[in-house]
């Protein structure tokens, strides 16, 4: 059965640290990595990794992808209030479904 | 660009009680998709088109009905809605051929009593 699992379930960390957020997955046939970020309302794209070892980057977040290890990360550096939200891990497979995790929840302090 | 839109934003059924749930999409994407979110559950995959024409199965599809009534809709049907079927639904689209990230619309919240 394939599956996508998420660490932690739940975060809160004070302005300006840095949070690693973690996904691990066991997919058939897998095609790619997903996260997304949602705040309260619907999810909205990050990044999509399909290669090992290449990091993505967009500002203060970054992510990689294991394909030996089966796994993903999401790093966010100089945290702010405003990336408090859920961070969705899927991973794509053939047939188009995306396998989601149950998602990380992230509360920023300031 | 809309890009993917929904109606309703909110319902509230009774029990037994039928309702069609629409999405669109002007991003001009071969595959659409219907997922549900639940607390504590994360989001499911309800049924899928990979391209007009054609309907799959998902992860969670008992009690729903699909139609892709052209490239750019895709449409949920509840046929005699249930309690479990309280969630938060949302449909998504993409570029067909599984390398491309899917866009999610905003969200239909459903109530069932």
């Known amino acids: 059965e394939d599956k996508v699992v998420q660490s932690p379930l739940s975060l809160v960390v004070h302005e300006g640290d840095t949070v690693t957020l973690n996904c691990s997955y066991e997919v058939t046939n897998f095609r790619s990595l997903l996260w997304y970020k949602q705040e309260k309302k619907a999810p909205t794209f990050l990044f999509m990794l399909t290669s090992s070892g290449i990091e993505k980057k967009s500002g203060r977040l970054s992510s990689i992808l294991d394909k030996k290890e089966l796994f993903s990360i999401l790093n966010i550096t100089a945290t702010q209030t405003g990336d408090s939200a859920v961070y969705l891990c899927?991973?794509?497979?053939?047939?188009?479904?995306?396998?989601f995790g149950k998602g990380t929840s992230l509360l920023v302090t300031p | 660009n809309a890009g993917v839109t929904q109606t309703p934003k909110f319902q509230v059924l009774k029990t037994g009680q039928s309702m069609t749930l629409q999405c669109a999409q002007d991003?001009?994407?071969?595959?659409m998709y219907w997922y549900r979110q639940d607390p504590g559950m994360g989001l499911r995959l309800i049924y899928y088109s990979a391209s007009e024409g054609t309907t799959d199965k998902g992860e969670v599809p008992n009690g729903y009905n699909v139609s892709r009534l052209n490239k750019r809709e895709f449409s949920l049907r509840l046929e005699s809605a249930a309690p479990s079927q309280t969630s938060v639904y949302f449909c998504?689209?993409?570029?067909?051929?599984?390398?491309?990230?899917?866009?999610f619309g905003p969200g239909t919240r459903l109530t069932v009593t």
């Open positions: 899927a991973a794509l497979s053939t047939g188009y479904a995306l396998n």
């Open positions: 998504a689209s993409s570029d067909s051929g599984g390398y491309y990230e899917q866009y």
């Open positions: 991003m001009n994407h071969n595959s």
